[in-house]
């Protein structure tokens, strides 16, 4: 069991190295190996087979590549094999009996093609639904404690302030004992879109859990971020309006001149927040500036 671990382990960090390599690098190591099985072949001749090696190339060019250059690359295995035998000399029988194995070499090599294309896709989209909330198609809340750790790094490297907001959706239980649950996810996909829609592509909207979402602002002082999330909630109240749904919102703000070695910290504060607005009647932002020094 420990050794299946350790080899698991071993491919999965060269799995992880190559996928850290560029494409021009990935294309030169694909072609490169390519080029090399085909000397082997040329210099063994029919004595030794490195037609399975060849899979190698085609797979780190379906994987990290694309599927069409897979099938590529299967195509010029293929023709690599065929060139380095028939320049070692070797004969057979017949003619066709050299085309049938160049064909049967080029079916199982697009096969294999396919089927790790397929896979890719199947492990991206895994992938992303790990990091991403199925119903509003916006960050989960792991995804945005890690772009935050990001930006928090960054922001205290550059000495640049980030702003977060962190906001609840008022009555949002009524509207789902009153109309159905159903009527409860279109008032949350609805709110994620609103805001999808009015922000920038370096901010970052997520859904916490249940009616409560996060929204990083980098590069947003306290007068952004005071002239950018009023009118960010107005734009949210008209929509819900708009349905004839009583939501509302409670927003704390927390902007960072130096942000906190701790993102749990930083969203602990914010949410704090967020909660003193319930507590006062809800429907308002506050907001508050955090400045410690690391």
């Not at 671990?5 to 190559?18: C, K, P, S, W």
């Not at 690098?25 to 060849?54: H, N, Q, R």
């Not at 962190?166 to 009527?183: P, T």
């Amino acid at each position: 069991m420990d050794l299946s671990n350790q080899m698991g382990n071993l491919i999965a960090r060269f799995v992880a190295r190559l996928g850290n390599l560029s494409k021009p690098a990935m294309w030169t190591m694909a072609f490169s190996c390519m080029v090399c099985l085909g000397f082997l072949d040329y210099i063994t001749g029919y004595e030794a087979s490195f037609a399975l090696f060849y899979l190698f190339p085609v797979a780190i060019a379906a994987w990290f590549l694309s599927q069409r250059t897979g099938m590529l690359f299967s195509l010029l295995s293929v023709v690599t094999w065929y060139v380095s035998n028939h320049l070692s000399g070797v004969t057979f029988s017949s003619p066709f009996i050299q085309y049938w194995n160049a064909g049967m070499r080029l079916g199982f090599f697009l096969v294999v093609t396919i089927l790790f294309g397929e896979l890719r896709k199947a492990f991206e989209k895994e992938k992303a639904m790990l990091r991403y909330d199925f119903l509003t198609e916006v960050c989960n809340a792991r995804a945005f404690y890690e772009i935050v750790a990001t930006e928090c790094l960054r922001a205290n490297r550059y000495l640049h302030p980030l702003t977060v907001a962190y906001i609840d959706l008022d009555k949002f239980k009524k509207v789902n004992d009153r109309f159905g649950h159903q009527k409860g996810d279109q008032v949350l996909k609805l709110f994620a879109a609103t805001i999808r829609q009015n922000i920038r592509r370096l901010d970052t909207v997520a859904r916490l859990g249940g009616d409560e979402f996060a929204l990083l602002l980098p590069e947003t002082n306290l007068e952004d971020a005071q002239r950018f999330l009023p009118r960010l909630r107005d734009q949210l109240l008209s929509e819900m309006q708009r349905q004839n749904w009583p939501i509302t919102f409670s927003m704390g703000v927390l902007t960072c001149t130096a942000a906190p070695s701790s993102v749990e910290d930083l969203m602990r504060q914010a949410d704090d927040l967020m909660y003193e607005v319930k507590k006062a009647g809800k429907n308002a932002i506050k907001y508050s500036v955090y400045s410690e020094a690391l």
